[in-house]
T-cell receptor, first 113, second 112 residues
């Protein structure tokens, strides 16, 4: 079975500073990896996904993530955070042959002026 | 764009009532999912369906049932609502395999 760990429950970043949100997964084979964002009171929106190929993937809103097999990680990055990026971020993992995803517990991003 | 809609954004029900939460998707997706989301617990899968009339239990199916009579519609049923079912309920859909899931806006259910 897959599992996902997001070590940081909350992170505060100054507007304009860079951001990195951590995600570690546990799965024996090559995983399918996703990052979602949830604004308050809303559903989840897909930011980016990794299935195979280039380990650096670009997503919407200026986000990118890098798959590192040796570290079982899929960290989300953004070079310059905007106040509108304040939200909760979820990492998820899936596997070939399975219909479901396993979600991490989320990281709440706060952006200070 | 994929669109997943949920019948209500906010719902208040009394203990013991039967509650129906409806979800509709417009992208002909085979898979549909119901999650509940609680602070500190993340998303927990209640049930999912991979075809019409087919369903599988998720991690927390107790106290819930589901119905999928048409491909585009997936209903979550609380047979007898209890206060511990107060939560945010999220519906999602996807193509087969673990492709990305598309989420609806959620229903915040309060059981008093």
């Amino acid at each position: 079975a897959q599992s996902v760990t997001q070590p940081d429950i909350h992170i505060t970043v100054s507007e304009g500073a860079s951001l990195e949100l951590r995600c570690n997964y546990s799965y024996g084979a090559t995983p399918y990896l996703f990052w979602y964002v949830q604004s308050p009171g809303q559903g989840l929106q897909l930011l980016l996904k990794y299935f195979s190929g280039d380990t650096l993937v670009q997503g919407i809103k200026g986000f990118e993530a890098e798959f590192k097999r040796s570290q079982s990680s899929f960290n989300l990055r953004k070079p310059s955070v905007h106040w509108s990026d304040a939200a909760e971020y979820f990492c998820a993992v899936g596997a070939r042959g399975y219909s479901t995803l396993t979600f991490g517990k989320g990281t709440m991003l706060l952006v200070s002026p | 764009d994929v669109k997943v809609t949920q019948s209500s954004r906010y719902l208040v029900k009394r203990t013991g009532e039967k509650v129906f939460l409806e979800c509709v998707q417009d992208m002909d997706h085979e898979n549909m999912f119901w999650y509940r989301q609680d602070p500190g617990l993340g998303l927990r899968l209640i049930y999912f369906s991979y075809d019409v009339k087919m369903k599988e239990k998720g991690d927390i199916p107790e106290g819930y049932s589901v119905s999928r009579e048409k491909k585009e519609r997936f209903s979550l049923i609380l047979e007898s609502a209890s206060t511990n079912q107060t939560s945010m309920y999220l519906c999602a859909s996807s193509l087969p395999e673990p492709y990305e899931q598309y989420f609806g806006p959620g229903t915040r259910l309060t059981v008093t």
